[in-house]
């Protein structure tokens, strides 16, 4: 292994780092002559070393509220004019940042400030705050959003009221009821941006993991024909299926028994050591009289630190097979730890499932 492949990964708060911080004060000096940039320096980097990314974030947009000149409708228009200069999409969102945290008295400009900032980065983190304090009105606002001719103005009408958007706290409300959202996810149901298009897919698989007939009820009316609807319906769906969800696989066609027999389930090497990689092959033969569609999936069963284990499940492969046609499926899995999945010794079970039912089971071994 060469000393590149060894080195570690940058952190994802290094977006903001030292450098990064020497840039904003730059660049805002750049537009506004009269800016400390030493000053917002000491602030922006105190203890920066220890802070977490949106910890790093929320100092940042502190450290400009105590160095602009205020009032807050001036200071936005220098984060405005600064918003196209900063060199990094993550990194500004430190801006719609500021919004959220001094912009409330002032609920349209700092909604104009959001839809504006959000071309640049994202505002989906800042417009939560606004939700909380007054989901009625923002969500109105939001819905105007949805049929907006930028595409990322769009993406944050869904994205920005996401029940269980990961990096931020939950919104209560829309968890208990998610109907007030129904007119946003209408609008974008056919999105022909892909980025939207994954905003309003994650959005609907939020809501199947406390409402699933909800999401089931208001799809079933969306035109499967269109290929934007279709493909956000598929990507919805996805915890659904891999729960073997029957009413979710109907909707893809693959509600029914799968008419098949396993001519073979393959998991190479029985044993292996943490880093190495897993392989999974099988070959399917259609017993049914006609072509049916198969949603296959593999399910590994995780060892856990203490006793027994966990089961997780893959999307594998969507097919119609022909009546009497066999196919052949294979892949790889690397078994390597991740922040989200540790590995430990022992036997892995690995199911195959097709149409939400185990047909074949195998193994493989981490050995220490």
């Known amino acids: 292994m060469t000393e590149a492949t060894t ?26 002559p009269g800016f400390d940039g030493d000053r917002f320096l000491k602030l922006a980097s105190e203890g920066l070393d220890d802070l977490s990314i949106m910890q790093r974030l929320r100092q940042i947009a502190v450290s400009f509220h105590a160095t602009l000149p205020g009032p807050y409708e001036k200071n936005l228009k220098i984060l405005r004019a600064l918003a196209p200069r900063i060199n990094h999409g993550f ?15 002032d609920f349209d400009l700092s909604m104009r400030a959001l839809a504006f900032f959000t ?14 304090k007054d989901q009625a009105r923002t969500l109105m606002v939001m819905e105007g959003w949805s049929k907006d001719e930028n595409e990322h103005v769009r993406r944050l009408s869904s994205e920005g009221c996401r029940p269980r958007l990961p ?4 919104l209560k409300e829309l968890i208990a009821d998610p109907s007030p959202v129904a007119t946003i996810l209408e609008n974008l149901r056919s999105d022909p941006a892909l980025y ?3 905003s309003v897919a994650n959005h609907l698989n939020d809501i199947t993991k406390d409402h699933p007939d909800w999401v089931l009820q208001k799809i079933s009316g969306w035109d499967q024909t269109n290929a934007h609807s279709n493909w956000i319906i598929r990507q919805a769906l996805r915890t659904l299926i891999k729960k073997g969800d029957a009413r979710a696989l109907h909707v ?24 190495s990689a897993v392989k999974i092959s099988t070959q399917l033969t259609s017993t049914a009289s006609a072509p049916q569609k198969l949603v296959v999936d593999y ?20 097919i119609t097979l022909d009546a009497g046609v066999s196919i052949e499926l294979s892949i790889s899995r690397a078994i390597r730890d991740f922040t989200t999945r540790v590995h430990y010794p022992g036997r892995h079970a690995v199911d195959l499932i097709v149409n939400g039912e185990v047909l074949a089971q195998g193994a493989f071994e981490i050995v220490a």
Request: hydrophobic share 45%.
């Open 252 to 275: 893809l066609g693959a509600g029914h028994k799968a008419e098949v027999t396993i001519s073979s389930f393959v998991v190479t090497p029985s044993a292996l050591k943490l880093g």
């Open 7 to 32: 080195e570690a990964a940058p952190l994802l708060k290094e977006i903001f780092n030292r450098a990064r911080l020497e840039h904003f004060a730059s660049e805002t000096a750049a537009i506004h």
């Open 119 to 132: 071309q640049f980065g994202s505002s989906e983190f800042a417009i939560r705050h606004f939700l909380q």
């Open 167 to 170: 990096w931020s706290f939950q």
């Open 299 to 318: 399910a590994v069963h995780y060892v856990k630190k203490a006793s027994g284990t966990s089961k997780k499940v893959f999307k594998w492969k969507e």
């Open 196 to 198: 939207v298009r994954k």
């Open 91 to 105: 990194a500004s969102i430190t801006l719609p940042e500021y919004v959220a945290l001094y912009g409330h008295d």
